[in-house]
């Protein structure tokens, strides 16, 4: 499964208030957006490694990061998840500093895993929940599901086009792996709604969250041609997949860099590094 990310650090620019974030109503697969968490950007697609399809989700937590994981969790449970996982901690007991990636002063970390079964007791979807506490008590969510498939994801290639230009601003300078040269920089019609995130893989990384104010496809390229001059090639070069735009791209040894859009008004990019 894609690796979850979530906390914040590093300075991309300003950030963006003209789209805020949604605080209720359906969020995806059955889930709805539990009080005291608020949606950022969009849900976005993206396609499961294994085959099939999944979904992630950015969540800003306004109060106790573990009650809102576990009201997650509680809706889980009512759709037909299962956490009985041996790498499960017990409610109560799902936060604690767990994450060695992170940053020194980050004080918790959560986590609840849940899937749910075929007739065969394999695991046909599985949930992921990860949280953070930041340093001033900001907190964060990521909920993603991915569905096992046979079949390879339904996707098109979009067609060559205009890119648009990099700007002078670092995505992620306190984040970005120091083996990435040159590193990522803000595509020109994308400003960041928060700081960059960083990332729970094994040795780092980041996750930014991105309203769009150019062309969704010019800004994704301009994300694509940084991805390909720092040495990662494309698993998914930039594609339609469901309802989103996927550049999917990774580097042996190197782990991966994506960039999933998802078109709006306003339109939305997650921009993902798990160095690993």
């Known amino acids: 499964m894609t690796a979850l990310v979530l906390g914040l650090g590093g300075c991309a620019g300003p950030s963006t208030e003209d789209a805020a974030p949604v605080t209720s109503g359906p969020l995806t697969d059955g889930f709805d957006i539990e009080p005291s968490s608020s949606l950022l950007g969009a849900v976005f697609p993206m396609p499961y490694p294994y085959g099939g399809e999944g979904h992630q989700a950015i969540l800003r937590v306004d109060g106790d990061v573990e009650r809102v994981l576990e009201g997650y969790v509680q809706q889980a449970e009512g759709l037909g998840y299962l956490f009985d996982v041996e790498y499960n901690r017990p409610e109560g007991q799902r936060c604690s500093r767990q994450y ?36 001033d008590g900001q907190g964060y969510i990521t909920l993603s599901i991915g569905l096992y498939s046979n079949d390879a994801p339904d996707f098109s290639p979009v067609p060559d086009g205009p890119v648009a230009h ?4 670092e995505l992620a300078p306190e984040l970005n792996p120091s083996t990435d040269d040159p590193p990522v920089h803000l595509v020109e019609g994308s400003t960041s709604m928060i700081d960059p995130l960083p990332s729970t893989c094994a040795t780092g990384g980041y996750v930014a969250v991105l309203q769009v104010t150019g062309e969704l496809t010019r800004v994704l390229r301009g994300y694509e041609d940084q991805f390909s001059n720092a040495g990662f090639t494309g698993s998914y070069e930039l594609i339609e997949l469901g309802d989103g735009l996927i550049v999917a791209t990774e580097a042996a040894g190197g782990g991966t860099m994506t960039a999933v859009g998802v078109p709006g008004d306003p339109s939305y990019v997650l921009v993902e590094r798990c160095n690993d």
Do not use: F, K, N, T
């Open 100 to 135: 060695s990636s992170l940053p020194a002063d980050y004080p918790e970390g959560c986590s609840a895993y849940g899937a749910i079964p075929d007739d065969l007791g394999q695991d046909r979807v599985r949930l992921g929940l990860q949280g953070l506490v930041e340093p």
């Open 166 to 169: 990099v700007s002078d601003d």
